[in-house]
């Protein structure tokens, strides 16, 4: 039996044919330590490429990427018409070519997130304190105690239904901060499934592109 951990798959635990499956929650059990440290040791490890394209699923829009190198010491994202991101500068190398997106990523976020989570909480009744739009690892959202939200950027690459849960889930805890029944109660007078958008929003990690990970 052995175990795979990777910012991709999560955990992968592969057991020869015939393998009584009873045995594989003990053995995890087992290696629980070893599991939560490789977890956070795992960095993604497909290959970082330069885009072609960027696909955000909440704007319903998709754009092609073009590289033009220059002398410039920075790169600059350039919105053209036809939907096409100009990017100039030093654009040979993908890891500044994913810095330079992750910039115009939250800026676009923050223009996008802040108000449309100002009018949902206006809506539901669901007041907060204040919000923050910020790349975050392992979450698409938090409240804290103080009814501060924060918003991962990434939300951008959701299709509307799934970001809409994730903003209405964090209102919702500036009521009932933990994730008991109570919680889940509520929040289901909101979004009827939430149970189910919940497991959908954290497969839908997998449509983040590699180059917004960074
Ligand atoms: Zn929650």
Not at 5 to 18: I, K
Not at 29 to 37: A, G, H, V, Y
Not at 42 to 57: A, T
Not at 156 to 171: D, K
Request: proline residues 6%; charged residues 25%; positive net charge.
């Amino acid at each position: 039996m052995t175990i795979k951990v990777s910012s991709w798959t999560g955990l992968e635990v592969v057991v020869p044919v015939g393998f009584n499956r009873s045995h594989i929650a003990e053995f995890i059990q087992s290696k629980s330590r070893w599991i939560k440290n490789a977890l956070e040791r795992s960095h993604p490890v497909e290959e970082l490429k330069r885009p072609e394209s960027v696909q955000l699923g909440l704007l319903n829009a998709i754009w092609s990427v073009g590289y033009c190198p220059s002398s410039e010491n920075r790169v600059s994202v350039l919105e053209q018409p036809g939907n096409v991101l100009l990017l100039t500068g030093p654009v040979r190398r993908p890891a500044t070519v994913a810095v330079a997106l992750n910039q115009w990523l939250q800026k676009r976020a923050a223009r996008v997130l802040k108000p449309w989570l100002g009018r949902l909480g206006a809506e539901l009744s669901l007041p907060f304190s204040r919000v923050s739009v910020r790349r975050q690892k392992t979450k698409w959202g938090s409240c804290s105690a103080e009814k501060s939200i924060s918003l991962n950027r990434n939300l951008l690459f959701l299709p509307e239904p799934l970001a809409r849960y994730v903003l209405v889930h964090e209102l919702c805890h500036c009521r009932q901060l933990d994730h008991s029944e109570k919680f889940w109660d509520f929040l289901e007078t909101f979004e009827p499934n939430a149970r189910q958008t919940a497991a959908k929003v954290r497969e839908a990690s997998e449509s983040v592109p590699r180059w917004a990970m960074v």
